[in-house]
């Protein structure tokens, strides 16, 4: 009975030892795992409802024929351009601006609309300014004299709905970044990092660089990036650049500003008239404007873009693709514009959550936490009475390098896999200590056999 009592706890022993060697490899596996994550998530939605949000919802609500629009003062208002006196008394119930407007959204949708189907002229561009209740047209120094007395007189057949106006420099994408990105393209710039739930990408310019583009972190050509696998150019203008490691790594939801700086991204939002905004782009860095106008049409030389959205911000040739933001909500990706930083300019931006929508893909964003709460509307006041801030700041770190922490160097890592090692430790020494014991046991026996034997 004493042996059998031995042999049954010598196996449990053992069971319960590779039972935990079983439990530490678990352990082990999982923090590596969890150490490759750049403790990122995936959002679609933006924080709570916000004055531009507020603006959409009204005018939504009370349809174009009644509505131009709406925007946010300087003050952090909810402003809506309304034709009639009813519809102001509407506006109003609601906590919202009103003002009264000569011309609708139907007749400003109309407007352009004719001026889309007239022949295109390189250089030119057009957006709904709702604040002035027009849709304003700019050619810049490169559209002849010809073309914009052509032009004149298609906006003359139009009627006092559409002004015209003259602008300093070109139209044109800039293309040659938070972070710099190279093919034998050109040059642009890294804009947000967006998943499809099982690979990671950057999403940037559609002008960039067609399907099958190979992209390096560096000029030498020797750290490959990853490939545009997808494009959207002209007509709107977004790609996705499918990271070569399959991960996008650490830092995704942080944005580079210069200087080994960075703002962290907490949500997603549409981009609102009179909002004080942010660009950052490898060539020219951070810098910051207003929102002038939305559903901008530019006639690029190399095609039509629509839906973008105009603003103040300067940018220059390579900042092609880097990230629109205020307040650490992604709102764009730098579409093209004239102008220079030295100068300044008008800037277009592709929507974010038209590419997104349009790609199928998620922003990834920092983890909301009690530390790091998501934006609130006070914060997108903020944004437009001009108190607004790039966002919370962070670390930029250079995510064309991501996926070069292998799986060995995060196994090796003790503060990954400290305490599954150890319960591997313990283990090893329990099995090891019951053969010990049973060998012990088995040469004691051995040698009471024969000496009873041998006497």
């Known amino acids: 009975m004493r042996h059998a009592r031995r042999r049954v706890i010598r196996r449990v022993t053992r069971l319960a030892a590779v039972g935990g060697l079983l439990l530490g490899g678990a352990m082990v596996t999982q923090a590596a795992m969890a150490s490759d994550s750049s403790g990122t998530s995936a959002a679609t939605l933006s924080a709570p409802q916000t004055p531009a949000d507020k603006g959409s919802a009204l005018v939504a609500k009370l349809g174009s024929a009644r509505t131009a629009g709406s925007w946010v003062d300087s ?30 959204m139907n007749v400003l949708n109309s407007a352009a609309s004719t001026l889309s189907s007239a022949p295109k002229v390189p250089g030119t561009a057009w957006a709904m300014d709702y604040r002035n209740n027009r849709v304003l047209v700019e050619a810049d120094s ?12 298609v906006a003359s057949g139009i009627g006092a709905s559409v002004q015209m106006q003259r602008t300093q420099g070109k139209f044109t994408t800039r293309i040659n970044g938070a972070q710099p990105i190279l093919s034998t393209g050109g040059r642009c710039s890294a804009g947000f990092n967006v998943t499809d739930g099982t690979n990671d990408f950057i999403l940037t310019a559609g002008h960039c660089g067609p399907v099958g583009s190979i ?89 039509t ?15 092609s693709g880097g990230p629109l933001f205020a307040n650490g909500i992604a709102l764009g990706v730098t579409s093209g514009g004239s102008g220079d930083c030295t100068a300044g300019g008008t800037t277009f931006f592709q929507p974010l959550t038209k590419a ?76 090891v200590a019951t053969r010990w014991i049973r060998a012990e046991q088995d040469r004691k026996a051995f040698q009471r056999h024969y000496s009873a034997m041998w006497g």
């Not at 207003?290 to 049409?297: D, F, K, Q, R, W």
């Not at 990834?364 to 790091?372: F, W």
């Not at 966002?391 to 896999?417: C, H, W, Y």
Request: overall charge negative.
């Open 75 to 104: 003050g952090g208002r909810t402003v809506v351009a309304v034709t009639d006196a009813k519809t102001a008394a509407e506006v109003t119930k609601a906590g919202a601006e009103a003002k009264v407007v000569r011309y609708s």
């Open 142 to 153: 490169s559209v002849s004299a010809a073309s914009w007395n052509a032009m004149t007189k």
């Open 215 to 303: 992209w390096f972190a560096n000029n030498q050509g020797d750290q490959q990036l990853g490939k545009t696998v997808s494009d959207n150019f002209p007509g709107s203008d977004f790609s996705l650049v499918q990271y070569a490691s399959g991960s996008a790594g650490d830092g995704a939801d942080v944005v580079a500003i210069g200087n080994g700086s960075g703002v962290t991204i907490t949500g997603l939002a549409d981009a609102a008239v009179g909002e004080k905004v942010f660009r950052s782009g490898s060539t020219s860095g951070l810098h910051d404007g207003e929102v002038t106008a939305l559903n901008a049409t530019v006639n690029y030389p190399e095609g």
């Open 305 to 319: 873009v629509t839906g973008l959205i105009q603003t103040t911000v300067c940018a220059e040739p390579g900042d």
């Open 356 to 431: 997104l929508a349009a790609l199928n893909v998620k922003l990834l964003v920092a983890p909301k936490t009690a530390a790091s709460p998501a934006p609130s509307a006070s914060a997108a006041a903020g944004a437009a009475a001009g108190s607004a801030t790039p966002g919370t700041s962070a670390p930029a770190t250079n995510t064309t390098a991501a996926g070069s922490t292998t799986l060995a160097s995060r196994l090796t890592d003790p503060k990954n896999v400290g305490p599954g090692l150890l319960v591997i430790a313990g283990s090893l020494i329990a099995l």
